[in-house]
């Protein structure tokens, strides 16, 4: 391989890069996917749900063999307080059909790997095993990148970075900054075994129903984060995440968050007599619109995580903000490959691309949430607490009459919290939704 030089090497073998790859070789490129994992997804980290609205575009026969677990067809938000949640769910039975809702959980070590033959069968190379430390430069221009392998110098026309979260070539290119941990989400999951049966039931499911829960509020022992369960076949992934500045605030280490998010009362019975299979933890980029990085340049672009694109919001979106980055970034490779010109100005084209896709317009809907919260940490701690006394003391049955208890709680309500500064964090909120 010494001497060979590709049309496009795309550095990371997640959905962004194999996305990039499968694109490209589709295209009759000849690609290579430089990948650190052992094999593709080997230690890939996310919460559960699968948005497969890119790739039912690039691939529409999917379902016939990806490694799905579940169709997600119930969604369920709750906001958590220290002792119970005041919650809401939908459910349709439309999402049982054809595509489902684009929504269906996978276990990424399964699903990556399948992309990445998806890839090879398409004409791409795959190196799995081989962390890529650098660039190689000729007059002054990314020529290709250094591996770490033997032969590890690969010379070619264009670069994909797809290396994920905080990834250190983009940031060798001074693409972005360092991250900053207000706007960076460690997260962590645990992935527990329960019979299917157990799912079915616990979750109030048909089938291969699956179903999709978000903790918000206190969910992850007052820092500014969220918590999730998502089932799996015979699995469920439970999960939770806050910004690293506010778990530092806050005292905390992700581990005991996780526990306790575990064994809070509304979540303990759902994993009850689990079996724990897998521990993991990840970074995701939070910062949304505003601290995207640069896309591109001489004979390179960046995808995915790598160059922020993730919806952190109430969708926790980005499996599908990656494969239309990378798609987008394949396509411009594309029209490169054919001008042969891989230069700055030809290259722009994805940034343009990328500025017209759902991705940018999605986060630029949200681009202040994370000040938003940040700003509002009475969401995590004070409010869910009080509105979750208010709810538990209307609900208790006691011989006090209605009128007077409602009149009493809406006291409580006015003494206990500035009511301009309850009504600003509203409509705050709102930002955050719609
Ligand atoms: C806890 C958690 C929960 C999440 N939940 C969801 C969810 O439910 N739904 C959703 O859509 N999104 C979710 N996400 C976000 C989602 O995981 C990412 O947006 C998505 O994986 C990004 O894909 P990517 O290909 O850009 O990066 P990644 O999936 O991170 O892939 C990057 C790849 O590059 C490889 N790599 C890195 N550096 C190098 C190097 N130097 N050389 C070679 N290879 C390298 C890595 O091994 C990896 O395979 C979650 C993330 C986390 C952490």
Redesign the pocket.
């Known amino acids: 391989m010494a001497d060979e030089k590709f049309d496009a090497i795309v550095?990371?073998?997640?959905?962004?890069?194999?996305?990039a790859a499968y694109v490209m070789a589709k295209a009759g490129m000849q690609v290579i996917v430089?990948?650190?994992?052992e094999y593709?997804?080997?230690?890939?980290?996310?919460?559960?749900?699968?948005?497969t609205n890119v790739l039912r575009e690039i691939m529409p026969d999917f379902l016939k063999d990806a490694p799905i677990e579940r169709n997600i067809t119930k969604r369920r938000f709750s906001l958590m307080t220290p002792d119970g949640e005041i919650g809401g769910d939908f459910k349709f039975d439309r999402f049982n059909k054809d595509f489902s809702n684009n929504s269906f959980?996978v276990l990424?070590s399964k699903f990556?790997k399948w992309l990445s033959d998806k890839c090879e069968a398409a004409g791409a190379m795959i190196i799995t095993g081989?962390?890529?430390?650098d660039f190689l430069m000729k007059d002054k221009k990314i020529a290709g990148v250094k591996?770490?392998m033997e032969d590890g110098d690969l010379y070619g026309d264009v670069i994909v970075l797809?290396?994920?979260?905080n990834?250190?070539?983009a940031k060798k290119l001074n693409f972005h900054k360092e991250l900053d941990p207000k706007s960076t989400?460690?997260?962590?999951?645990e992935v527990i075994g329960l019979s299917e049966e157990r799912i079915r039931d616990r979750f109030a499911l048909n089938g291969n129903e699956g179903a999709?829960y978000e903790y918000f509020g206190y969910s992850a022992k007052g820092a500014i984060g969220s918590g999730?369960i998502?089932t799996n076949k015979d699995t469920i992934?439970v999960?939770v995440?806050a910004t690293i500045a506010s778990m530092l605030e806050h005292k905390l280490n992700p581990n005991d968050v996780l526990e306790a998010f575990k064994n809070h009362p509304t979540v303990a019975p759902l994993v009850r007599d689990g079996e724990q299979k897998e521990y993991?933890?990840?970074?995701?980029?939070d910062g949304g619109y505003k601290k995207l990085s640069k896309l591109s340049g001489d004979n390179v672009m960046v995808?995915?995580?790598?160059?922020g694109?993730?919806n952190?919001t109430l969708f926790?979106?980005?499996?599908?903000?990656?494969?239309e980055?990378?798609k987008l970034a394949g396509e411009t490779a594309i029209e490169a490959f054919k001008k042969k010109d891989y230069s700055a100005v030809s290259l722009s084209q994805y940034d343009t691309k990328v500025k017209n896709s759902f991705p940018m317009k999605d986060l630029k809907q949200f681009k202040n949430t994370g000040e938003t919260l940040e700003h509002n940490p009475k969401m995590f701690d004070k409010y869910p607490t009080l509105f979750g006394d208010l709810v538990a003391e209307l609900f208790t049955v006691d011989g006090e009459p209605k009128w007077n208890k409602e009149k009493r709680l809406m006291m409580k309500l006015l003494t206990s919290e500035n009511p301009f500064a309850l009504l600003k964090t509203m409509i705050d909120m709102r930002k955050v939704i719609i």
């Not at 081989?130 to 430390?133: C, E, L, S, T």
């Not at 926790?316 to 494969?323: F, K, R, V």
């Open positions: 550095v990371g073998g997640g959905p962004a890069g194999l996305t430089v990948e650190r994992g593709c997804g080997a230690k890939n980290v996310f919460g559960g749900v699968f948005f959980t990424r990556d081989a962390v890529v430390d591996a770490r797809a290396d994920g979260v990834s250190l070539l989400i460690i997260g962590v999951k999709a999730f998502y992934s999960g995440g993991s933890a990840h970074l995701i980029p995808v995915g995580d790598a160059a694109f993730v952190a926790h979106e980005g499996t599908n903000l990656a494969m980055t990378g």
